[in-house]
């Protein structure tokens, strides 16, 4: 039976959680090191800098390349991305780029990916029996993706710590609801969802596990101060937007998470050569991305032309993608921007720990949705402990939303790394429990004692 664990750490755990820690530090510091990315700043990475780079030099939130020969140039305030990551950056950006700058950048996101395994681990513990909880914590430590996105200028390596530090709020939760806790519970989402948008529809699955935990009224209640500690941090992002640029927000993220997502198997019309950007090569694709009506209207109009197709693409080949090995936008493999240098192409070890993760991975995804079926399907195999079943709804919930979200857009690869942690944790904890219930069977189809 899986078991909440005690508060108390003993030197055997120490022990073995230190040494996951020193693994994960080692590989991480390793590869911080030794990769070289060929062109770190372009396309996202590139807007990410320029935001944090303009906020601290000129005062506004514009994602602008400012040319050295041309300092004094305007620049326009936009609302593109939100401010979450450049905020981040914003601590580290005190000049115009250089590899040294990149490297300090990519040496604190190396840091801040240890602390993510550390704090995985005290999440886990929540969730998961000891062995299941070190297991766990090791394959956060060893993921290959969570390693190799600390070389690059994007969102992953911030977004999968926060996501971690709410499942750490979560677990405190889960025995002592507040309402403090929801304030701040609340807050950490919305600073997440600064980061990457795709969290701000989560806090209305949060009402339906408040509701089935706590019931109709303590739940509504929770999920109040839930939505105040939200509100209170998103709110001067939109009021920034309304008085600076006349509109909340803007759509252009939105559109092209949906019209990227449109193309089965990520090709225009099963053209090879379009494979990765269908989008480059429609020639509707301007008319699509007018806005957010025209690229409904031509999502709808392509269901009633090619149903068939575009329902086994919707339904099936998304989650699929959304959860498979190779980066589709990118360069394949663990690799959004190219590589020149990386210890998982020169070293023995580093290329056995990609070869083991990427042939576990398939069954370690099938394992987590196992367990995430588990969890609403069988609650009794949880236990009986109702601060256990909120904690392993709440992961497999999380799970399950990111899935069905990127089902809607694009189901691009690179969106599941920052949840590594948790298909890991759900995936040992399916494992548990089918070796618990085998143990079980054993047992009682033991003949008695004559």
């Not at 995985?120 to 914590?137: E, H, K, M, Q």
């Not at 019209?259 to 989008?279: A, I, N, T, V």
């Amino acid at each position: 039976m899986i078991y909440l664990m005690s508060k108390r750490i003993g030197w055997r755990s120490l022990v073995l959680v230190g040494l996951v820690i020193i693994i994960a530090f080692y590989l991480r510091s390793e590869s911080w090191m030794e990769t070289s990315v060929v062109r770190p700043l372009q396309k996202d990475a590139a807007d990410y800098f320029y935001y944090a780079y303009n906020l601290r030099h000129d005062q506004t939130y514009s994602r602008k390349a400012v040319q050295p020969s041309d300092p004094k140039a305007q620049i326009a305030p936009d609302a593109i991305r939100p401010p979450g990551y450049p905020l981040f950056l914003l601590l580290l950006v005190d000049g115009p780029p250089s590899r040294q700058l990149i490297k300090k950048i990519q040496f604190w996101q190396m840091i801040l990916s240890t602390l993510t395994v550390v704090a995985a681990y005290f999440l886990f513990r929540c969730f998961l029996p000891p062995v299941s909880g070190y297991f766990s914590a090791l394959l956060v430590a060893l993921s290959p993706h969570l390693i190799v996105f600390n070389s690059y200028l994007l969102t992953e390596t911030l977004f999968c710590f926060m996501l971690v530090l709410i499942g750490l709020l979560i677990c405190r939760y889960a025995g002592y609801p507040s309402i403090w806790l929801s304030i701040l519970i609340g807050v950490v989402m919305a600073l997440t969802t600064l980061i990457r948008p795709s969290l701000q529809f989560f806090p209305v699955v949060m009402a339906f596990l408040l509701w089935l935990a706590y019931g109709r009224k303590t739940g509504i209640k929770l999920f109040a101060y839930i939505c105040l500690g939200f509100v209170l941090i998103m709110a001067p992002w939109y009021i920034r937007n309304l008085v600076t640029l006349n509109k909340a927000s803007d759509k252009s993220l939105m559109i092209n998470f949906l019209h990227h997502g449109m193309y089965p198997d990520f090709k225009y019309k099963q053209m090879e050569k379009s494979y990765r950007r269908p989008y480059q090569f429609d020639p509707r694709s301007e008319k699509i991305r007018t806005d957010l009506p025209s690229v409904t209207a031509e999502i709808i109009k392509r269901f009633r032309e090619e149903p068939g197709s575009l329902l086994k693409w919707y339904l099936l080949g998304k989650p699929v993608s959304f959860w498979s090995w190779d980066m589709v936008q990118g360069h394949g493999d663990m690799y959004v921007y190219y590589v020149s240098q990386t210890p998982f192409k020169s070293r023995t070890l580093f290329q056995w720990i990609q070869k083991l993760m990427e042939i576990f991975h398939g069954p370690l995804v099938l394992l987590s949705i196992l367990g995430s079926l588990i969890v609403w399907i069988a609650p009794r195999v949880v236990g009986g402990d109702p601060a256990h079943l909120f904690m392993a709804r709440y992961i497999s919930a999380l799970l399950i939303y990111f899935t069905a979200l990127h089902m809607v857009g694009a189901p691009f690869p690179r969106y599941s790394v920052p949840l590594r942690p948790f298909q890991y944790a759900m995936a040992l904890y399916a494992l548990q429990v089918i070796l618990t219930m085998k143990i079980t069977n054993a047992v009682s189809s033991k003949p008695g004692d004559s």
